[in-house]
């Protein structure tokens, strides 16, 4: 083998070691029946929605950045995609219908009504 393959191979395992070890450290840390400290349960609640809301404002807010608002359609797809996602996960309650529905949604606007 070359010296290259086994610095791949080295990489990958490193890295799979470290994934397995993160993901099991939780449950070596509390399986002998002890209870989660309030400040871990807290950030379980509150980190998968702050960091989703990060997320929705990065790409509505990088997208138009240096551009004007007198170059016309500025933000519109993507406020009838977001306000379709909201109104249909609102409705059926299923993140997985309302993220393919409002990315369709998106992609249609921009790829033919808006282009």
Not at 6 to 18: G, K
Not at 61 to 87: F, K, N
Request: net charge positive.
């Amino acid at each position: 083998m070359s010296g290259q393959t086994i610095t791949i191979i080295s990489v990958i395992a490193v890295t799979a070691t470290i994934t397995v070890l993160l993901r099991a450290f939780p449950f070596l840390l509390f399986s002998s029946g002890r209870k989660c400290p309030p400040v871990i349960t807290y950030i379980g609640k509150v980190l998968s929605p702050a960091a989703i809301a990060m997320l929705v404002v990065y790409c509505l807010c990088s997208e138009y950045r240096g551009r004007s608002l007198a170059d016309g359609g500025w933000g519109l797809p993507e406020l009838i995609a977001s306000v379709t996602v909201i109104a249909l996960h609102w409705w059926k309650k299923n993140p997985l219908l309302s993220i393919i529905t409002g990315t369709a949604v998106y992609m249609l606007l921009v790829q033919c009504i808006f282009s």
